[in-house]
């Protein structure tokens, strides 16, 4: 995959040349660039922003050097995607990853001050996304964030395809717990199933542990994982255990607020402060 990247800070970005994404790189699997869209602006200063229309704080990104630059990097016979960074876009999620690493280009705009031109945005993107629910001082974070949710999705790009498909959010459950050497470490043992060679009792071991962590922390996601789904009779057993265990440790929750509030209120019977 080719990806573009469109930034007035090209420096930022050295941390997509290292580690995996640099050994994609330089194995051919995977090719990053950036280009710097000050090098695009016909001004005398070469500036890339200017004072809003209609008042307001902030400075917008001048629609010149950006369509300018798109054009040229995206050359004749482009066949890809043009993706604004913006806190106005659809949320990325490992979907949106899953289809974007289909593609055989990607070309991200970063916007910086308070925005892009709007005719920039209609005159070459395709699509608005972003990161979060929060807003930062431009998009470079969330180019990088994007590119390497992305890249390692690209086959041969971690090495191992089966890291991509098991890990968080690719199976449609939050990942198991994982463990290494020592067996022990201060106190603290690795579970029992992971020991004994069984790859029956280990896969079910996962089963559970992603199930119970799902459940406590996304509910609707361990929901829309189970329904409708075929499942075994050892995986309907895993699934019955875990609901158990999430239905007692939901008794003793509410027990537990009981008590708290019940305590309170002898507390302010004590006081005098419960009494009218």
Known sequence: MKITILTTFPEMFAPLHQSILGRAQKAGILSI???????????KHH???DAPYGGGAGMVMLA???VDAMRDVQGE???GRRIYLSPRGATLTQKKAEALAREKELILL???YEGVDQRALDLCIDEELSIGDY?????ELGAMVLVDCVARLIPGVLGCEESAQTESFSSGLLEYPQYTRPREFEGLSVPAPL??????QIAEWQLEQSLLITLRRRPEMAEAYLAGRKLSRAQ???VERVRAQIAEEEKEKREQERRKRALFLCSLAGSGRGRR
Not at 33 to 43: G, T
Not at 135 to 139: D, H, K, P, R
Not at 195 to 200: D, E, N, P, Q, V
Request: with cysteine; glycine share 16%.
């Open 64 to 66: 010149q050097p950006i």
């Open 77 to 79: 016979g482009f066949c």
């Open 110 to 112: 970063c916007g910086h």
């Open 47 to 49: 500036n890339t922003d």
């Open 135 to 139: 807003v930062l001082t431009g998009g």
């Open 236 to 238: 309907k057993r895993v």
């Open 33 to 43: 660039r950036e280009v710097d869209i000050r090098a695009y602006s016909k001004n």
């Open 195 to 200: 020991l004994g060679g069984s790859h029956a």
